[in-house]
């Protein structure tokens, strides 16, 4: 599911490990590598199927090494979530404590959404609709991903009373622009740092532009999104 990852604390990687199946050298990031090596098995084998033998080797790593940096295969998963739900939660706090209106907060928020979904090392789609893990960590996760939908609600509701947005169905709408963020990466040109911004901008315009009410101006909230990122 859901933003960078931050560095593992701890020692290096030393030594080139076992021969990867990918062709990605390592980097000096192990943590990143294993994630990324990992998402890559996970999404041809599946959680289950794919071994922590298996997911070691394609990170360049022997098995051993792999559990200095987590102690399972659900801790992978884990950190996999929360290295894009984290900062879609922290970027929310943040436009809720800023001046803004209902509609420049919700449009920077899907951009920001879109963007860093996009810049990931990994396409992680392909856990919204995957079973093969469910514990209480994941179950947290989840309740996390639904104050996501909840907030977009709270500020369609708000945008509403302020005749910002026309009237609609605020938690169909608010679970449909979620699901665009997410589904993004999938046709996204992720090794492309412009085109992720401005695919970004792109379907945070076009969602936004469906609930604008009459007479609102797409440009001039666009503008103002900008100089909240870009303060003078």
């Known amino acids: 599911m859901r933003g960078t990852l931050e560095n593992a604390q701890g020692r290096p990687r ?10 990605t050298p390592p980097s000096d990031d192990a943590r990143r590598d294993i994630i990324e090596a990992a998402a890559r098995l996970f999404r041809a084998k599946g959680i289950a199927g794919a071994s922590v033998r298996e997911i070691a080797a394609e990170a360049g790593l022997q098995k051993a090494s792999l559990y200095y940096y987590f102690g399972s295969k659900e801790e992978i998963v884990h950190a996999m979530i929360e290295g894009v739900l984290t900062p879609a939660l922290a970027m929310q706090r943040r436009l809720g404590r800023a001046a803004l209106s209902e509609a420049a907060r919700l449009y920077a928020y899907l951009r920001f959404d879109v963007e860093q979904l996009c810049a990931a090392p990994y396409d992680c789609t392909w856990l ?7 514990d209480p960590q994941m179950t947290a996760f989840w309740a996390d991903r639904n104050k996501l939908v909840a907030w977009i609600e709270a500020r369609l509701k708000r945008g509403v009373d302020a005749g910002e ?10 679970k449909a622009m979620i699901a665009a963020t997410e589904y993004s990466v999938t046709w ?9 911004v401005a695919t970004a901008e792109e379907v945070a315009s076009l969602l936004v532009r ?3 009410a009459p007479g609102r101006n797409l440009n001039a909230l666009r503008r103002e999104a900008a100089a909240f990122n870009h303060p003078v």
């Open 128 to 134: 919204i609709n995957h079973g093969d893990l469910n």
């Open 210 to 212: 469906g609930v604008l």
């Open 14 to 23: 030393s030594g080139a490990g076992r021969p990867r199946t990918n062709a």
């Open 165 to 174: 947005f026309h009237a609609c169905d605020r938690n169909m709408v608010a």
């Open 188 to 196: 996204a040109e992720r090794q492309d740092a412009a085109r992720i």
